[in-house]
């Protein structure tokens, strides 16, 4: 009797020391009442074209854990400006990161001098949030054009670990907490998704550890699925039965659309058919790798005894597109391909495998994380918070946005060679600078685009020399302009609409209310 009251008491002891260490490990939340938030984001995957259909662990672990957003865009369809959206909460005429390249804004010193202490991080930062950014910021980090090095981490971010450019998988260089380290390309050791799952998971590690004081965010940037899009060895050959999707608008020639579509792009051969679905099937494969890193960040925090304290967002910088009217894999287009992304929320309060069809976009994404971590949102912030939708409190909520882009190159640059020779496919230039009023109402499901001749900033609606528009309640895939059908007062509606969001600043202004109910 006294050998089962010793071990008894045994038992007891080792399962309060363990209850102890849990409930430590957990201290951030507990003691300051904010949540931890990981935010995972993606390059270039497409919410339209069955991406997402590939990624069981995303299901698994989102999907069936979280709310889905059925309507989530982004508000520019080409990486530096839209990561620079989604760090600000500002629409691109506000950051002014007009393109991928430095003379336009991309990573350049006015990015630093007037946005850089006005990121996400910074304000999670402030908000006494223990900070870490994990893959690729913004094109162009610590090229020399930029003005600085790999010893340069922005304002707000405890743990830095950074790509030097743009999206790789191996032979890059990282800037990890501002040093230079240069990786080849041994699989164990460089795959780059990978080493941002090691980053990550060791970050978790850490702070959900006995002596962690602080919540948690993770900025989690992943180089897939974008070009060169490399999958992991044991990847290599999944699915090679399939084909990139043949939707409506594959391979179709429209001539009612701006110049670089009717005009800039031939018809696909075979062996363009052929390139395109060699690229799609490597983009899924390099997806199956973010998969992996997603099981083992939740793992990890599951095993810090924090999963159930922490938001999980997962998110693109865009969409993409694979044969639409001709183009290549590409992105820079008005259409929903483009700039319609997969947007997943789970944590403390979020229905479980749940849609909402209310908008949300990437402006949005930092307002919402400063408002789950109880701080005040910036009146400058174009974005409003998502917190009411994801918790299921909305009232009235957007039902249209504006979606920017400025055209890179002259006339008739930004063109690749494709096989065989005599074939060029153009996917840019200046004259495909373009904004975008996309409306989402109950009887209204529309895209009403303005094209301009030049790549000036601000844009002159006057200046506009094409328009487009599309109804999707008719025409899903956008493949009939008929603008020409608009009646006066519908195109004066829509114009005027559209300027006040062309011209708008902070919460206020860059929210306008809905105008049906």
């Known amino acids: 009797m006294k050998r089962f009251q010793l071990l008894l008491v045994t038992t007891w002891c080792v399962l309060a020391v363990v209850l102890s260490q849990e409930n430590h490990q957990a201290i951030a939340k507990v003691a300051s009442g904010q949540p931890n938030i990981v935010f995972l984001l993606t390059d270039d995957q497409d919410v339209k074209l069955d991406s997402m259909h590939m990624q069981l662990k995303l299901k698994k672990y989102m999907l069936d854990e979280g709310l889905f957003f059925e309507n989530a865009f982004v508000t520019h369809p080409v990486c530096c400006p839209s990561r620079s959206s989604t760090l600000t909460g500002k629409y691109t005429h506000n950051h002014h990161t007009y393109e991928n390249n430095v003379a336009h804004g991309c990573n350049a010193p006015s990015w630093r001098e007037n946005n850089e202490a006005k990121t996400m991080g910074a304000y999670m930062n402030k908000a006494g949030y223990n900070t870490g950014f994990f893959g690729k910021y913004l094109n162009n980090y610590a090229f020399p054009q930029t003005g600085v090095n790999v010893t340069h981490i922005p304002e707000g971010w405890h743990t830095w670990f950074t790509l030097v450019g743009n999206s790789r998988f191996y032979g890059y260089t990282d800037s990890n907490k501002g040093g230079a380290e240069k990786h080849g390309k041994d699989y164990g050791q460089d795959y780059f998704t990978d080493v941002i799952k090691r980053h990550a998971v060791s970050f978790i590690k850490n702070a959900t550890s006995s002596d962690a004081d602080k919540p948690f965010f993770m900025y989690i940037a992943t180089p897939a699925p974008h070009r060169p899009a490399t999958p992991a060895p044991q990847y290599a050959n999944m699915f090679s039965d399939k084909t990139a999707p043949r939707t409506p608008s594959y391979a179709f020639k429209p001539g009612d659309k701006h110049w670089i579509i009717s005009e800039g792009t031939p018809q696909m051969d075979n062996a363009t058919i052929k390139t395109v679905d060699d690229l799609c099937l490597d983009r899924w494969r390099t997806l199956l790798s973010v998969d992996d890193l997603l099981e083992e960040v939740v793992m990890a925090l599951q095993s810090g005894g924090v999963l159930d304290d922490t938001y999980i967002f ?98 008739c640059m930004g063109t690749e060679k494709v096989k065989p020779p005599n074939q060029v496919f153009l996917h840019d230039c200046n004259n495909n600078t373009f904004v975008n009023l996309r409306t989402m109402k109950p009887t209204d499901d529309s895209s009403y685009i303005l094209v301009f001749p030049n790549d000036n900033a601000p844009m002159d609606v006057s200046s506009a020399n094409y328009f487009e528009y599309y109804d999707l309640t008719q025409d899903h895939w956008q493949m009939k302009n008929t603008f020409p059908n608009l009646t006066t007062a519908q195109n004066t509606a829509y114009q005027s609409r559209l300027l006040k969001y062309m011209t708008c600043s902070g919460q206020t202004a860059c929210n306008l209310a809905p105008t049906e109910k």
């Open 314 to 411: 997962y998110n693109s910088d865009h969409g993409y597109h694979l044969g639409q009217f001709n183009q290549q894999g590409e992105k820079r287009q008005p259409y929903d391909e483009d700039i319609r992304v997969p947007l997943i929320v789970r944590g403390p309060g979020v229905a479980k495998a749940q849609t909402t069809p209310h908008i949300g976009l990437n402006i949005d994404l930092a307002a919402t994380f400063i408002d789950l971590a109880g701080g005040t949102v910036p009146a400058d912030m174009d974005g409003r918070s998502l917190k009411p939708v994801i918790m299921g409190q909305v009232d009235t909520w957007r039902d249209d946005f504006l979606v920017e882009y400025w055209g890179e190159g002259g006339p």
